[in-house]
């Protein structure tokens, strides 16, 4: 209900259920290759969709004809986005077990996953406390793999689908006062390559982004506020947009800017020279 702070149970709160509920069509195809995907007529939960890379990404399926399950933690953004044709909206809390069974329940099935929600906390290791630690742990990792766990099976039934998982070039870098924050995309980028090979040959892809410094309000929750001149923040529609391209065409992995590739492959393959490059000392 538009404009509604109803509670679909106890916990998370439906913001708007007037569009229709996608249905479990579609018979299983073995063995079937990836190709190109039109997401015309497809559904699709997007989660952190309150703000930043998650909005926009709602937005821009929307625009392309998607029927969009959005979710997030702030209500009075997700009241807004759900005026767009075609989009609802749940306000959940994803370090929530029961919020996130609700969220579940309410989305149904659907063509394309694109876990998006999460937070850091930059500060050094011992003052990042147990409570915040777990709370990192549960929305930055534990909910994509839920959700996808949950969700991937369906796809697979329908022959047709895609995942995408939005990391940070922090989970293959690593980043000084963040490491739970990179310990929890590095394994949500490690997740997203086992899954892939797991759903090799039936019609599901699986995608990483990796966006380096956006202008979102990561850094002001995180606690330090983003100064550096370079590199420069990057437009949350920007990600965005390169995310939903990807899930067109099936790519694997996208970086942005596509520059921030380099790191990350110099760190796989010369990871001595980038520790260097970096300022970072081998210890041990």
């Known amino acids: 209900m538009l404009g509604g702070d109803g509670a679909a149970g106890d916990g998370a709160h439906r913001i708007d259920a007037s569009a229709s509920r996608p249905t479990d069509a579609g018979t299983p195809v073995a063995g079937k290759a990836l190709s190109a995907m039109d997401?015309?007529?497809?559904?699709?939960?997007?989660?952190?969709?309150s703000l930043g890379i998650g909005r926009?990404?709602?937005?821009?399926?929307a625009r392309r004809g998607v029927r969009v399950r959005?979710?997030?933690?702030?209500a009075e953004p997700l009241l807004e986005l759900a005026r767009l044709r075609g989009v609802a909206a749940?306000?959940?809390?994803?370090?929530?077990?029961?919020?996130?069974?609700?969220?579940?329940?309410?989305?149904?099935?659907?063509?394309?996953?694109?876990?998006?929600?999460?937070?850091?906390?930059?500060?050094?290791?011992?003052?990042?406390?147990?409570?915040?630690?777990?709370?990192m742990l549960a929305v930055n990792l534990v909910a994509p793999i839920r959700l996808t766990a949950a969700l991937a099976p369906g796809m697979v039934a329908r022959g047709r689908g895609h995942i995408v998982n939005v990391a940070s070039i922090a989970g293959s870098i690593g980043v000084a006062y963040e490491?739970?924050?990179?310990?929890?995309?590095?394994g949500l980028i490690a997740f997203s390559e086992s899954v892939r090979y797991e759903l090799a040959g039936t019609g599901v892809g699986v995608t990483v982004?990796?966006?380096?410094?956006?202008?979102?309000?990561?850094?002001?929750?995180?606690?330090?506020?983003?100064?550096?001149?370079?590199?420069?923040?990057?437009?949350?529609a920007r990600v965005a947009e390169t995310l939903v391209v990807a899930v067109e065409r099936n790519t694997p992995?996208?970086?942005?800017?596509?520059?921030?590739v380099v790191p990350v492959r110099l760190r796989g393959g010369l990871p001595g020279a980038f520790r260097r490059a970096a300022g970072h000392s081998m210890r041990g």
């Open 70 to 74: 959005a979710t997030g933690l702030e």
């Open 179 to 186: 490491a739970v924050y990179s310990a929890t995309k590095g």
């Open 39 to 49: 997401l015309t007529g497809r559904t699709a939960l997007v989660t952190g969709a």
């Open 90 to 135: 749940l306000a959940a809390d994803l370090s929530d077990e029961r919020e996130l069974d609700e969220l579940l329940g309410w989305a149904g099935p659907v063509d394309l996953l694109v876990n998006v929600a999460g937070f850091g906390r930059s500060e050094p290791l011992e003052r990042i406390d147990r409570g915040e630690t777990l709370e």
């Open 253 to 260: 992995e996208v970086f942005v800017p596509r520059w921030t």
């Open 56 to 61: 926009a990404t709602a937005m821009a399926l």
């Open 209 to 236: 982004v990796f966006p380096a410094a956006v202008e979102t309000s990561f850094f002001a929750r995180a606690g330090r506020p983003y100064t550096r001149r370079f590199p420069r923040l990057v437009d949350p």
